[in-house]
């Protein structure tokens, strides 16, 4: 298999936009942040108490990564088997060299492994009207 860095993944989808806007005229990717790429191996955490404040529960599309803002909406795409599912980073982690995201059990049942698998992490686009970035104040 070949190994690829985060940086030529960047270069590859800089500009690039996935998502169709949901509003009309306005253009579908924040000007501030195109969708990146990286690939790496996702695991499995049980949850717990998160580094945003919340709870990480089993059965919630959440995840941890190390760098991503909190909030940050990220599709998640296993390699082999090509599902993906999006998921929104309210943890950090993962704390293990080689791994790039830990999933809740649900987000990893969804793209079909329980264990270790090959992912890419695509990050979606800040808001334009109803868009990916979780708000939190929402929830209050």
Known sequence: MTSFTFASFRSLSAGACILASPVPGLP???SARAAEIEPGIASIYDGGKTADGGFAYAD????AHRTLPFGTMVEVTNTRT???????????GPHV???????????????????LAPVTLNVLPAATGRGFHWDRSIDR
Not at 60 to 63: R, W
Not at 97 to 115: N, Q
């Open 28 to 30: 579908a990717c924040s």
């Open 60 to 63: 919630g599309f959440t995840a």
């Open 82 to 92: 090509g599902l993906s599912v999006i998921v929104r980073i309210n943890d950090r």
């Open 97 to 115: 060299h080689g791994r790039v995201i830990d999933l809740t059990p649900v987000g990893a049942l969804a793209i079909g492994y329980d264990g």
